[in-house]
């Protein structure tokens, strides 16, 4: 069964991985080595040493990207655009700024086996019962906190871009943005020019 998943710059259900290859062992990574934003994946394989001595050395070796689904990690594959084709921008306006091209990408995975398949379905179905219904199953992560905090707050979306991301701190970053006022956030954000230099 395929699925399609989207993939957005703020969401944290990609991953990559890779593995060296032998005749003996030519199969592809089974499992992510970084998981994140694409950014934080990108920027994990851009500094990972021992891919790059892979890359540059003449080591012959796999790679594959992954997406999430119900807290199981896929083998995904990109039809059109590929992850870091989020991050193509193009000048918008006479003042130099610019756009991102794309907002979402799509993965598509596999899903060979019934019970992820079936779990699949009913947490679907879950999710349309609860919505219907006005209720939310289980405590929204820090994260989604944070983000549903920020969105009342009038940010706009390139603020938000910054505010979102990929810091550090984590957790600590997002359980700040859950206690900060909007004018300490602001002057958090002004301070180191919401990004732009």
Request: hydrophobic content about 35%.
């Amino acid at each position: 069964m395929k699925r399609e998943i989207v993939i957005t710059r703020k969401n944290r259900n990609i991953g990559w991985g890779y593995t060296c290859w032998t005749p003996e062992h030519p199969e592809p990574p089974t499992s992510p080595d970084y998981t994140g934003t694409v950014k934080t994946v990108l920027d994990a394989i851009a500094a990972d040493r021992t891919y790059a001595s892979y890359r540059s050395g003449g080591t012959y070796h796999t790679s594959q990207w992954f997406a999430k689904l119900n807290g199981r990690w896929y083998p995904a594959e990109f039809e059109f655009l590929f992850p870091a084709d989020l991050y193509i921008t193009a000048p918008v306006g006479q003042f130099g700024e610019t756009e991102h091209l794309y907002n979402t990408i799509t993965a598509v995975i596999e899903i060979n086996d019934a019970a992820a398949a079936l779990g699949h379905i009913k947490s679907e179905r879950k999710a349309k019962s609860s919505a219907a219904n006005g209720k939310f199953g289980g405590r929204p992560s820090l994260y989604d906190q944070a983000k549903t905090r920020i969105g009342k707050m009038n940010f706009t979306d390139a603020q938000e871009e910054f505010i979102f991301s990929d810091w550090p701190e984590g957790n600590a970053h997002f359980t700040w943005l859950l206690s900060a006022s909007r004018d300490e956030i602001d002057s958090w954000g002004e301070a180191s020019n919401w990004g732009h230099e």
